[in-house]
């Protein structure tokens, strides 16, 4: 029965999370309280990954004297064996242009630095951020930047990722398009649209062509309207469920007959100049997959007029994972 105890408890001990302590930050060229600040809310987000027992900030003082600031890995390691923890964090602010630049090191109290990785922000707000990232890259031992959601970019890498980070697609999709006292007097047309597809955190763009086409035939009557755009759309956030916003320009053709005859006689038709002002709201703006409400207003610009309506569709994206590469799309309009 004692060898029985003794086996659940070292089972215990086993699956116990390692104790880690985490020291005072260094602050190069920022105010104390920041740093002081940014060293509490270090320890909450380690704590908050599972991976470790952290120590209080009592223990520390206990151990230091008062929740100083370390620097030196083996002081580190001297007061991480105090305290009865196997792992030691030591982390810094530093103050550098415009930017503020994290860095921390994870310290085995028996063998020295594990696992080491800096993060920057151009932005006093991010630093919550920054230190939540950092704080899951010491608990995975993966490099922040690899390890990334993109509701976690921050402005600096944002800034960045429009000209390193942005994905290819496709856009296929049916929908509807009902002109408004135009392409005379025709009902809700069907559509069919396809669009090359640009995509970075901040914003997407797209080259769109579309076919609205009346095929009910309904007392030989007809229209047609088939708008080519490039049009840039702003996402309002970077969170999951974002707005979006923009427009586009482009050229288009149109064409349109109803006499109840059968011969034509009053067909119409001809080239355009198209603006299309739209907007919408994206679902899973993070994932690989999103879901968007689109709704645009067309303009066409034309020999005989302007001919104009809403479009809307529901849109389902998909692009490949962080490894880059394009992906598709496709779209169902209502």
Request: net charge negative; hydrophobic share 45%; with cysteine.
């Amino acid at each position: 029965m004692t060898a029985v105890i003794s086996f659940v408890a070292l089972l215990g001990l086993m699956a116990a999370e390692p104790k880690v302590a985490v020291f005072g930050f260094q602050g190069i060229g920022v105010d104390s309280i920041t740093a002081v600040v940014a060293t509490s809310v270090f320890r909450s987000e380690i704590a908050a990954t599972g991976k470790f027992a952290v120590a209080s900030t009592d223990e520390v003082i206990q151990a230091l004297g008062a929740d100083r600031v370390v620097t030196m890995v083996s002081e580190a390691q001297d007061a991480a064996r105090t305290m009865g923890a196997v792992k030691a964090v030591i982390g810094s602010l530093s103050r550098l242009g415009t930017q503020t630049i994290g860095k921390v090191q994870l310290i085995d109290a028996a063998s020295g630095v594990e696992f080491e990785d800096q993060l920057a922000t151009t932005s006093q707000e991010e630093l919550d951020i920054v230190l939540r990232r950092l704080a899951r890259a010491v608990a995975t031992k993966e490099k922040a930047a690899a390890n990334v959601e993109l509701g976690e970019v921050t402005e600096k890498e944002g800034k960045e990722a429009t000209r390193r980070q942005a994905f290819f697609g496709g856009v296929v999709g049916f929908g509807s398009f009902i002109p408004i006292a135009s392409l005379g007097g025709s009902d809700m047309l069907m559509t069919y649209a396809g669009a090359a597809l640009y995509e970075t955190p901040d914003f997407f763009a797209e080259l769109r062509y579309s076919a609205s086409v009346d095929m009910s035939n309904d007392n030989y009557s007809g229209a047609s309207f088939m708008p080519i755009t490039i049009g840039v759309f702003k996402t309002a956030s970077r969170a999951d469920f974002t707005p979006y916003y923009g427009g586009a320009l482009g050229i288009g053709m149109y064409s349109y007959y109803k006499n109840g005859t059968g011969n034509y006689g009053d067909y119409k038709s001809g080239p355009g100049f198209v603006i299309s002002p739209g907007a919408g709201y994206m679902l899973f703006h993070t994932y690989d997959f999103h879901v968007m409400a689109d709704l645009r207003y067309y303009l066409l610009f034309g020999g005989d007029g302007v001919h104009h309506g809403p479009a809307l569709s529901i849109n389902l994206a998909y692009r490949r994972g962080k490894s880059g590469g394009g992906g598709c799309c496709c779209g169902l309009g209502l």
